[in-house]
């Protein structure tokens, strides 16, 4: 607020923001990357079956971490 919106960087913001709402951190740097380098670096590719089992072999086999909620079933029934 007042003069040190324009003395601080934008990266410096973050910094007074970590300081002060530790909270608030994670979508201000999702925002910041946004604005630095574009929203293509925040939103996670979609997963593509047949390019990762392309990519696989005897020696490299697929290893699937799956997170709370996600059900790779229909993409396994689709392959």
């Given at each position: 607020?007042?003069?040190?919106?324009?003395?601080?960087?934008?990266?410096?913001?973050?910094?007074?923001?970590?300081?002060?709402?530790?909270?608030?951190?994670?979508?201000?740097?999702?925002?910041?990357?946004?604005?630095?380098?574009?929203?293509?670096?925040?939103?996670?590719?979609?997963?593509?079956?047949?390019?990762?089992?392309?990519?696989?072999?005897?020696?490299?086999?697929?290893?699937f971490i799956l997170s709370a909620g996600s059900d790779p079933v229909a993409d396994l029934?689709?392959?």
């Amino acid at each position: 607020p007042g003069e040190w919106n324009t003395k601080l960087t934008s990266f410096q913001k973050l910094i007074v923001l970590k300081a002060i709402r530790p909270d608030k951190l994670i979508p201000a740097v999702q925002n910041w990357i946004t604005d630095m380098i574009g929203r293509e670096f925040i939103d996670p590719p979609p997963f593509q079956l047949n390019k990762c089992f392309k990519d696989s072999a005897i020696t490299t086999p697929l290893i699937f971490i799956l997170s709370a909620g996600s059900d790779p079933v229909a993409d396994l029934k689709k392959f």
